[in-house]
Structure formats: structure tokens, C-alpha cells
């Protein structure tokens, strides 16, 4: 049984950083890619980067690409988002998702209706 659990969220000043946690597991890794999303109040859920668990390779939508880092730590089962440079419109509800690998291309697609489980989320609130 796949489980992802979040923790990191919380209220920062524009400009800041956070770091998100998902700790996974339930499932095999070479096989999925993890990815954090986000919904804010009133839009739909969106795609904000996804790490492969085969070959470590990443995706990160454009808005975030310099800002946003996402990391994973193989031996402790768990995926990381550092978020700098915050602004208020990165204000959302951030879940963490399994996505399942293409086997021939080892490729995935970092959107969310892709993804077979999802965390519980975690707020992300940035304001002054």
C-alpha cells in the first residue's frame, strides 16, 4: 500500500525558503517518479516538479525553475522540495504524488492525472 506523507509546510515572508519532506513508501522506486503539486484556493491542482526514482531525472515547471530544487534521499525513502525566493503567489496546498515510469523510455509525464496516490498535503503560506 503506497503511502506519502508531507511535512514542512508553513507561513514565511516573501522571499524566503522552506523545505518540504515526502516520505514514501509502499512501492517499488525504480518503477515511479515522485512529484509535489500544487492547488491553490479556487485553480486547479498543478504540477511543480518530479524526480525520478529510477535515474534521478527531474522536471520543474517553469515558474519555479531556478527557485525550486527537488531533491531525493534513497536510503531514507523521501523526497524533497527547497523552495527559495517564495513569493505569495507560490501560496498553496502542496501534495506529494506517485507517478508510475514509462518502462521502455524510463520517461514520465509530471502532471497530475498521472499520478496514482496522493499525500495529504501541506500548506504553503507565503505573505508579509
Known amino acids: 500500500q503506497v503511502q506519502l506523507v508531507e511535512s514542512g509546510g508553513g507561513l514565511v515572508q516573501p522571499g524566503g525558503s522552506l523545505r518540504l519532506s515526502c516520505a514514501a513508501s509502499?512501492?517499488?522506486?525504480?518503477?515511479?517518479?515522485i512529484g509535489w503539486f500544487r492547488q491553490a484556493p479556487g485553480k486547479e491542482r498543478e504540477g511543480v516538479s518530479c524526480?525520478?526514482?529510477?535515474?534521478?531525472?527531474?522536471y520543474a515547471e517553469d515558474s519555479v525553475k531556478g527557485r525550486f530544487t527537488i531533491s531525493r534521499d534513497n536510503a531514507k525513502n523521501t523526497v524533497y522540495l527547497q523552495m527559495n525566493s517564495l513569493k505569495p503567489e507560490d501560496t498553496a496546498v502542496y501534495y506529494c504524488?506517485?507517478?508510475?515510469?514509462?518502462?521502455?523510455?524510463?520517461?514520465?509525464?509530471?502532471?497530475?492525472?498521472?499520478?496514482?496516490?496522493w499525500g495529504q498535503g501541506t500548506q504553503v503560506t507565503v505573505s508579509s
Open positions: 524526480i525520478s526514482g529510477r535515474d534521478g531525472r527531474t
Open positions: 509502499g512501492f517499488t522506486w525504480d518503477n515511479y517518479a
Open positions: 504524488g506517485v507517478i508510475r515510469i514509462i518502462p521502455i523510455t524510463s520517461t514520465f509525464y509530471c502532471t497530475r492525472t498521472r499520478v496514482g496516490s
